[in-house]
T-cell receptor, first 114, second 113 residues
Framework: GAVVSQHPSWVICKSGTSVKIECRSL??????MFWYRQFPKQSLMLMAT?????????EQGVEKDKFLINHASLTLSTLTVTSAHPEDSSFYIC??????????FGQGTRLTVV | ELKVEQNPLFLSMQEGKNYTIYCNYS?????LYWYRQDPGKSLESLFV?????AVKQEGRLMASLDTKARLSTLHITAAVHDLSATYFC?????????????FGEGTQLTVNP
């Protein structure tokens, strides 16, 4: 299967600081990137969709100024959680897609805001 | 709005038994995915079902898709402890490959010795 690398795998940050999460597709070109969030004991919820070189499209209820997405290349996308608060603590997962039917996920990033 | 419902949400079964997890979805789609998630981990791809009547099997797991009924099933045969995990189905929204996935609530499976 496709190789997806997401970093960091876990991060603890202080309330009010920003955290950047990277997602790389190592052996394919990701024309589209999906970012999901998963709270404990819940399912995955789509946060935003981005296409390479374009602005991201955010799902209803997701603040675009708080969750900054950059998809500047076909192999790298970043999600920056700005001014993080404890309620942003969650498991963030990326899915780079190249238009094929398969959908592989990054390893996920466990964010804890204290 | 696409809705995906799984049942049961919790399943406790004994080793050696068979059981089926159901995944219903509300709008037309011909691509359905099954994933496994272990605690603290990301998703592991199990099956991609692309057409009506598709059936795929891997080890003790078998998945099927009925697009007319908007139903997929994940059948577990002779369960073993290692199958304990949370299983998600996800449905692709949109006509083209690479479109977004909408996930079911997940089924937490516990296989007891």
């Amino acid at each position: 299967g496709a190789v997806v690398s997401q970093h960091p795998s876990w991060v603890i940050c202080k309330s009010g600081t920003s955290v950047k999460i990277e997602c790389r597709s190592l052996d394919f070109q990701a024309t589209t990137m999906f970012w999901y969030r998963q709270f404990p004991k819940q399912s995955l919820m789509l946060m935003a969709t981005s296409n390479e070189g374009s602005k991201a499209t955010y799902e209803q209820g997701v603040e675009k100024d708080k969750f900054l997405i950059n998809h500047a290349s076909l192999t790298l996308s970043t999600l920056t959680v700005t001014s993080a608060h404890p309620e942003d603590s969650s498991f963030y997962i990326c899915t780079p897609r190249d238009g094929s039917t398969e959908a592989f996920f990054g390893q996920g990033t466990r964010l804890t805001v204290v | 709005e696409l809705k995906v419902e799984q049942n049961p949400l919790f399943l406790s079964m004994q080793e050696g038994k068979n059981y089926t997890i159901y995944c219903n979805y509300s709008t037309t789609s011909d691509r359905l995915y099954w994933y496994r998630q272990d605690p603290g981990k990301s998703l592991e791809s199990l099956f991609v079902l692309l057409s009506n009547g598709a059936v795929k099997q891997e080890g003790r797991l078998m998945a099927s898709l009925d697009t007319k009924a908007r139903l997929s099933t994940l059948h577990i045969t002779a369960a073993v402890h290692d199958l304990s995990a949370t299983y998600f189905c996800a449905v692709a929204r949109g006509e083209t490959s690479g479109s977004r996935l909408t996930f079911g609530e997940g089924t937490q499976l516990t296989v007891n010795p």
